[in-house]
Structures are given as C-alpha cells and as structure tokens.
C-alpha cells in the first residue's frame, strides 16, 4: 500500500497527521459486522448482485448505526474498470467513494476476466471506502486521505468483520 504525500497546505497538513496517528476504531462487542460479512459471502457464491447488493445494504446500515454516522448510499457494480497506461502498465478500480453524495461504489467482478472476485478482496475493499465515509462523517476531516493510520483503521474493521485476527502492518519508507 502507498500513502498519500502530505499536502502542502499547513491547515491540511494537520489534518494530515491527525488521521496518520489515528490508527485503530472502536469496535462493536459482539459479531454483527461479523454476520453481516457472512451474508456478503454467501450472495457473492450466487455470482449475482442483487444478494450481494442487499448484503453489502444491510452491513452498511450496521456499521453505520454503530458508529452513529449517516447510512452511506451503495452501488454495486459488475466487473472492474481497467486503465492501461503508456509503457504498459495497467490499473484497476475496485472501489470508490464520493463524499458530495456518500455513495459507495464497489466492483464485484475482475476487471479482465470478469469473474467474481475474492470475498477478502471484495470485504477489504468495502471497509476501505466505509473509512473514507467515516473520515467525512464521524472524524470531521475535509479530506479523506490514504495515511497509515487511515489503512489500520480499515483493517481493523476488516478482520473484525471477517472474525481474523488483525495483522501488524509494517511501514517502509519509498
């Protein structure tokens, strides 16, 4: 994973270093992101997205009522869009989120062989962009950034919800 440099701003600067050191989220204490991911696995063997879609609706609506913030809109879609840039070099998107509308986009299929992707991947990336609405919603940020602390929070809600025990991210300097 790469972070975003830091903005030059120095209003956005700070910013920058408060998601940075926020590293963790509170989590729920029982296992209902857990049952929630549970039903998102289960649509996803259907390779359908109307069970995916209601799946994805429902640990949404669960993880928002617990962090007390606004339910995010959800679309998702079917197989990735693909970017190929001069020199060969090709990029996916498996996700985004706009904070204008807080609408959450995910992609369920790969880009080139449309096939449905991975449940870990497709979770992973559904928490990273519930963060991103997290950042604008709960943390008050005005911009939601890729810092190391904005990927510890977005693991720990991974591995919570997918009942793993969270690993340690290690940071290497680039």
Known sequence: ?????????PA???EFLASDRLGTL??????????????IEAGMKTGKAAPVRQACTEF?????????????????LSARP????EGGWASELFGDY????????????TAVRKQVTS????LSTLCHEFCHHLDYAQFGFCDSLHTRGFYERAAVLYH????????????VAV
């Open 160 to 171: 919570h919800a997918r009942g793993t025990p969270k690993k340690k991210l290690v940071w």
């Open 12 to 14: 956005l600067v700070a």
């Open 1 to 9: 994973m790469l972070t975003d440099r830091p903005p030059r701003p």
């Open 26 to 39: 509170e989590l729920p204490p029982d296992d209902r992101l857990c049952a929630a991911a549970g039903a």
């Open 98 to 109: 706009h904070p204008a509308t807080k609408v959450i986009r995910v992609w369920m299929r």
């Open 60 to 76: 949404l609506a669960t993880a928002a009522e617990f962090y007390e913030v606004e339910n995010p809109k959800l679309r998702v």
């Open 119 to 122: 449940f870990g991947t497709f």
């Open 82 to 85: 693909i970017r190929v840039h």
